[in-house]
């Protein structure tokens, strides 16, 4: 079992910045791909950024291409999601999700085992 917690939203003037970060617990922290979706109100949950477990390769949505940064830090269990340049159609439920695969491209939620339970980030106009 992982356990994901989550911190760092809230809200926000379009343009300012936001840094989510992402505890694991309960397995190796290294051992995990690890993903940031978002679910906006009526939408579908979409993947906002991925970083593998081995190579710290990353995948972004291209919405948030050249504004948002994913990093994670083995040595504290965490992972974390720069938000830059923030706009109001990034408003949304922001969660982290651990993905135990060595194999997987890790764009779907269907591929990630282990959930926090999501912070809000609102980006006011």
């Known amino acids: 079992q992982v356990q994901l917690v989550e911190s760092g939203g809230g809200l926000v003037q379009a343009g300012g910045s936001l840094r989510l970060s992402c505890v694991a617990s309960?397995?190796?922290?290294?051992?995990?791909?690890m993903g940031w979706f978002r679910q906006a109100p009526g939408k579908e949950r979409e993947i906002v950024a991925r970083i593998s477990r081995s190579t710290s390769s990353t995948y972004y949505a291209d919405s948030v291409k050249g504004r948002f940064t994913i990093s994670r830090d083995n040595a504290k269990n965490t992972v974390y999601l720069q938000m830059n340049s923030l706009k109001p159609e990034d408003t949304a439920i922001y969660s982290c999700a651990a993905d135990v695969s060595p194999s997987s491209l890790g764009r779907s939620p269907r591929e990630y085992e282990y959930w926090g339970q999501g912070t809000q980030v609102t980006v006011s106009s």
């Open positions: 309960g397995r190796t922290f290294s051992a995990l791909n």
